[in-house]
């Protein structure tokens, strides 16, 4: 008897250590620390539209005489490439001529002022538009695919030409005169053209 009341002593002993140990446990304190990391971050923004136009320097226009028509009339052909805007909600093109479009002769001072038109449209010396992304119909289908592409992220080649045309010719005097008048010579000079590209974004 005296061993097993021992026994079970012992293992009222141990109950009671067992008790003790998960008291202190549930009292522990927990100490606690943050830090904030800070960072100064900025963001930017800027437009992927672009205009670009390019010509084959290869192929010049070349105005051939003929006793029907004069001068006549040569294709200037052209391509367009626009990068568009993902914000655009509008879109148009313009073209106007920025010099005097003056051939000069190679031998003497006759001349030949060349026009542009755009369609049945001279350019001038001011914008006109070639195309509105709200009215597509009403200009060159050349320009169509602008129609969709002018708010996406994507390039978008275009071809199209415009008309050059002798709209007038002055002798080595200077004076005013028809086709047939003017002496047998050969002119050269650059036919210039701008293009305007206007995409209304966010502000």
Known sequence: MKNASMKK??????????????????????HQETATATWTANASKTT??????DVDSTVNPEFIYNSTDGFGTVDAPFKLTVSGEGSATAFT???????????????????LN?????GTTMLGATDTTIFDAATPGSYDPDFNPLSTSYNDN????????????VINSTNDSG???A???MPNTTW????????????????
Not at 48 to 53: D, H, M, N
Not at 157 to 164: A, G, H, M, P, R
């Open 9 to 30: 002593n012992t293992v009222v002993a141990l109950a009671v250590m067992s008790i003790f140990a998960a008291a202190n446990v549930a009292h522990a304190a927990i």
């Open 48 to 53: 992927t539209a672009k205009l670009a136009v």
């Open 93 to 111: 093109l313009a073209a106007k001529t920025i010099s005097t479009n003056i051939l000069t002769a190679a031998v003497g001072a006759s001349t």
């Open 114 to 118: 060349v026009g542009v038109m755009s």
């Open 154 to 165: 994507v390039d978008r080649d275009v071809n199209s030409k415009f008309t050059l045309k």
């Open 175 to 177: 004076a005013n005169v």
């Open 179 to 181: 086709p047939f008048a």
């Open 188 to 203: 050269s000079g650059d036919v210039k053209v701008v293009f305007t590209a206007n995409w209304t974004v966010p502000v």
